[in-house]
């Protein structure tokens, strides 16, 4: 297993991944956008520097040479930035009847995990804690010393995992009409970058 920071001919691999979690929140702007459309708009996002080494950061777990895992996150304050990237690329596809408006997750002060997820045939390999072990170098580069991340109240599995690697509940927050946990983990002092 090999974890790395994600390149845009991951793009493809990583699509399917990340379509898992929109099904999971069932968004209502995406209800009628035919599924090939939407993974080729997120296709694309996972082709642009904002997503895989910009503004956010995408961090993959590789077996055997696939995309088996996928981690995003990016400092609470590129938020905007981010969002915009979906919110552009849907507008430019005729599939999105309706602007494509993605709601806020997080706050300033924290390197906020997106998404994360696992193929459905590696899941209950330790993929995703190794995914996690590794975001606190990222996050730091990003001169953040805190992890932030919300897990939906319906998915306990999840919850367990985050509790486990340190995470802690410090809120509740709705998402697409789900009710979330925030969770934060502490990882010490960021990278200080000197020139």
Do not use: C
């Amino acid at each position: 297993m090999i974890i790395r920071e994600a390149r845009p001919t991951d793009a493809p691999q990583i699509a399917p991944l990340m379509n898992l979690i929109y099904d999971e929140m069932a968004l209502t702007d995406l209800e009628d956008v035919p599924g090939p459309d939407l993974l080729k708009v997120i296709t694309a996002a996972y082709r642009t520097r904002t997503y895989l080494s910009g503004a956010a950061t995408t961090v993959v777990a590789e077996a055997n040479g696939q995309v088996v895992g996928v981690a995003f996150g990016y400092p609470g304050e590129r938020e905007d930035i981010v969002d915009d990237v979906m919110t552009r690329l849907a507008a430019k596809s005729d599939a999105f009847d309706e602007p494509f408006d993605l709601e806020s997750e997080t706050a300033a002060g924290e390197w906020y995990l997106d998404s994360l997820a696992v193929s459905p045939d590696h899941q209950g390999q330790g993929i995703g804690r190794q995914l996690l072990r590794a975001l606190p170098v990222y996050a730091r580069r990003d001169q953040q010393a805190v992890i932030g991340l919300n897990v939906d109240l319906e998915n306990p599995g999840a919850m367990r995992l985050y509790e486990r690697m340190g995470y802690e509940v410090t809120g509740t927050q709705m998402i697409g009409g789900h009710e979330y946990y925030h969770m934060q983990l502490e990882i010490g002092d960021p990278v200080r970058v000197t020139n």
